[in-house]
């Protein structure tokens, strides 16, 4: 989910954690509890500092060992730790399950979207995405704006307020769920141009009613569509470039960083002047006909890097940017 859900959760669960009688009943239970919460559910995205290191590091490491299985028992302990020695007077371990709680609520919500994390990993280094909900939901954001209302004005109290909360955000994702596999079982019998290798992939977007839809064969080519209150439209139709370019960009650290997060990556070649372009895009995040989330590995003619970038940017920034390194 994005930072502001995240926080939101982190406020939420500080409210749901009044109904807890340890805490409540503590002078400064409601304010430790709500300190842990929200610092457990914005720990795992600490990754983000390594944004300063450079974006490589940054896109292969982001929701991967710091969501893992030992990152979620440390950032407890550690954040137990803190607010017990800050608040010597409440019960470690009340303050450290709900700490808890709030890191597995930060990592299970990050399961439930396109980008997925390495949750299992030592199990399994695996990224998982489950492709349910928007990594940005109004729904999940407008019901907890309204629950921290009511219980920040006084309207309602947060014991029966927060857990009707939750009880109605888990039906939520256990209807998106059922309402994914649906269509996705529907998929290839709508779809006039299917084949037996295909194989078709639904993505959330912000609307309920609106589903992006990837359908991959094997000769490499992508269809990219949206599924539309019970109906599919394509849009646009992808074929990846088989090319030497592509191959000898791999060993490049920004396309390494870009291949290890993506299940649907898709490179293009240009010959320039001086070489070639690869342009490695990510077939999930189609925005306004372009593919922001890019990997570019500039190669002079014997296929040697000249530069290279990943990252987010638009195609106008992504073109001024390579100007800018090229010349």
């Known amino acids: 989910m994005d930072s502001g859900t995240h926080l939101l959760f982190g406020l939420g669960l500080g409210g749901l954690a009044m109904v807890d009688p340890v805490i409540a009943s503590h002078p400064y239970g409601p304010v430790a509890v709500l300190i842990a919460t929200v610092a457990g559910s914005q720990a795992p995205d600490l990754d983000g500092l390594l944004r300063f290191k450079s974006n490589a590091d940054y896109i292969k490491n982001h929701r991967g060992l710091s969501h893992s299985l030992p990152a979620v028992a440390g950032w407890t302990a550690v954040i137990t730790l803190v607010v017990s020695a800050l608040f010597p007077g409440i019960p470690w371990w009340h303050i450290g399950a709900w700490t808890l709680l709030a890191v597995m609520v930060h990592v299970a919500s990050d399961l439930f979207n396109s980008y997925g994390t390495q949750a299992f990993r030592p199990i399994s280094r695996n990224w998982v995405a489950w492709n349910v909900i928007h990594i940005f939901d109004p729904f999940i954001f407008s019901s907890h704006l309204v629950a921290l209302l009511l219980w920040i004005t006084g309207a309602a109290d947060p014991r029966a307020v927060f857990p009707v909360l939750y009880g109605l955000i888990v039906v939520y ?19 006039p141009e299917h084949a037996a290798e295909d194989k078709y992939t639904l993505l959330p977007t912000l609307s309920l009613h609106r589903w992006h839809v990837i359908r991959a064969s094997d000769d490499c080519t992508y269809r990219i569509g949206r599924w539309d209150n019970g109906r599919l439209t394509w849009v646009e139709r992808t074929r990846c470039d088989q090319h030497p370019a592509i191959e000898a960009s791999r060993s490049i650290p920004d396309v390494q960083a870009f ?5 649907f990556p898709c490179g293009h070649v240009k010959e320039k002047p001086w070489g070639y372009e690869v342009r490695w895009v990510d077939i999930r995040y189609r925005y306004r006909r372009q593919y922001p989330f890019v990997a570019v590995a500039l190669l002079d003619a014997s296929y040697q890097p000249i530069q290279s970038y990943v990252g987010w940017l638009s195609e106008e920034r992504l073109e001024k940017r390579l100007r800018m390194n090229t010349y």
Not at 174 to 187: D, E, F, K
Not at 259 to 263: A, D, E, I, Q, S
Request: positive net charge; charged residues 30%.
């Open 173 to 191: 994702y256990a209807w998106r769920t059922l309402v994914r596999r649906r269509i996705a079982a529907a998929l290839p019998r709508v779809d």
């Open 259 to 263: 291949l290890k997060v993506t299940p």
